[in-house]
């Protein structure tokens, strides 16, 4: 039976000790040491980054000659040296904004859509916001650049990683042990 959810667990008490906004700070944590992901100078777009931790943690890694910029819906609460927009990232426009650069190293999507509680209509919706996803990076990673993204599994996913496997070099997932237990999300890293 899986455990009930508890929005003040370990990990959050962690998180919040260690002065990151969310435990989500943990995955991201976890798929830099297994991907070695971050590395100084970098530029770091980060879509769906309220309320920031996975910004916090970029910016760390990067240090003072790299970049890091978070879009999300929502407001993010400002974080010295990051740049955040407010902005929907299916909008053809999101690119042409003036903050974000032509060319990133890395993409980061720890973008879930508003449940519904219906698990086939979530995961959907999840497949669509990560093809979105796939498209800013198709448009704007650098050569050798990799995207992250977290999709919800079920009926579409296999079908969607396919897809994904005709069109990069490197696709390669990942499950990390900061998920819920009773999570169905899993991570894809795509690399040109």
């Not at 260690?18 to 943990?26: H, K, L, M, N, Q």
């Not at 309220?50 to 819906?73: F, H, N, R, T």
């Not at 609460?77 to 650069?101: Q, R």
């Amino acid at each position: 039976m899986p455990k009930r959810y508890t929005p003040n667990d370990e990990l959050s008490q962690k998180a919040k000790a260690e002065g990151y906004r969310a435990r989500s700070v943990y995955k991201l944590k976890e798929l830099d040491e297994k991907f070695n992901l971050i590395k100084p100078g970098m530029t770091v777009l980060d879509l769906g980054a309220a309320p920031g931790s996975w910004l916090q943690y970029a910016k760390e890694k990067v240090g003072p000659k790299g970049k890091v910029i978070g879009v999300d819906l929502q407001e993010i609460e400002p974080i010295e040296g990051i740049e955040t927009i407010k902005a929907d990232i299916t909008e053809p426009t999101l690119l042409t904004l003036p903050t974000i650069p032509k060319s990133i190293d890395l993409i980061l999507s720890d973008l879930a859509p508003s449940t519904s509680g219906v698990k086939d209509v979530d995961q959907w919706r999840s497949i669509e916001l990560n093809q979105a996803v796939e498209k800013i990076a198709e448009q704007a990673l650098k050569p050798g650049g990799v995207c992250v993204m977290k999709v919800f599994r079920g009926a579409d996913f296999d079908d969607f990683l396919r897809s994904l496997k005709t069109k990069w070099e490197t696709v390669k997932t990942a499950q990390v042990k900061a998920s819920r237990d009773r999570s169905r999300e899993i991570y894809i890293l795509i690399a040109n």
